[in-house]
T-cell receptor, first 112, second 114 residues
Framework: NAGVTQTPKFRILKIGQSMTLQCAQD?????MYWYRQDPGMGLKLIYY???????DKGEVPNGYNVSRSTTEDFPLRLELAAPSQTSVYFC???????????FGQGTRLTVV | DAKTTQPPSMDCAEGRAANLPCNHSTISGNEYVYWYRQIHSQGPQYIIHGLKNNETNEMASLIITEDRKSSTLILPHATLRDTAVYYCIVSYLHGSSNTGKLIFGQGTTLQVKP
């Protein structure tokens, strides 16, 4: 199994551009999460989903949008990129907290 | 969600036990204690979790005080590869009335030294 796959691994955006960070999991997990991690800081929850068609805001949702049309995929959309969105973005999924959450390897995004 | 307090950093000698403390004095009765670690900016890795009883798996042991206001993660024989940031999180179990979202704090940076 591939686990949680994030694409792309690296990306440079210009201010005002838009992009979608992709996240896919092949473990049939209901729960999926998006986090961002600024240099030297902990992870901040952006959005999460408890199942297909259901999403909710986390701690820092402004400037982002998500959708969950399938169990496998949970894309994160950045509209009008700003330098403050320069960060490492992690996607995670879990079936239940009895087994913990699995994280992807991250997408390193730089907005210039 | 209950908040956690962890020391920002700790050192441990290789081969010795690493004991990482966590305070969660506002934890509610249905919240679990989870531990994750993050090695050198990789994606975080789940270690262990518990509700009331002490727990042990192949990676670590989790000791939760009787009043559940604090816990300790124990790595019994720390190696250099255990150098990482360790996060203590309290969260509801999925499927309960709450959604069980995982909120990370700043964590403890554990440096294992030769």
């Amino acid at each position: 199994n591939a686990g949680v796959t994030q694409t792309p691994k690296f990306r440079i955006l210009k201010i005002g551009q838009s992009m979608t960070l992709q996240c896919a999991q092949d473990m049939n997990h209901n729960y999926m999460y998006w986090y961002r991690q600024d240099p030297g800081m902990g992870l901040k929850l952006i959005y999460y989903s408890v199942g297909a068609g259901i999403t909710d805001k986390g701690e820092v949702p402004n400037g982002y949008n998500v959708s969950r049309s399938t169990t496998e995929d949970f894309p994160l959309r950045l509209e009008l990129a700003a330098p403050s969105q320069t960060s490492v973005y992690f996607c995670a999924s879990s079936h239940s907290n009895l087994l913990g959450a699995f994280f992807g390897q991250g997408t390193r995004l730089t907005v210039v | 969600d209950a908040k956690t307090t962890q020391p920002p950093s700790m050192d441990c000698a290789e081969g010795r036990a690493a004991n990482l403390p966590c305070n969660h004095s506002t934890i509610s009765g249905n919240e679990y204690v989870y531990w994750y670690r993050q090695i050198h900016s990789q994606g975080p890795q789940y270690i262990i979790h518990g509700l009331k009883n002490n727990e042990t798996n192949e990676m670590a042991s989790l000791i939760i005080t009787e009043d559940r206001k604090s816990s300790t993660l124990i790595l019994p024989h720390a190696t250099l590869r255990d150098t990482a940031v360790y996060y203590c999180i309290v969260s509801y179990l999925h499927g309960s009335s709450n959604t069980g979202k995982l909120i990370f704090g700043q964590g403890t940076t554990l440096q294992v030294k030769p």
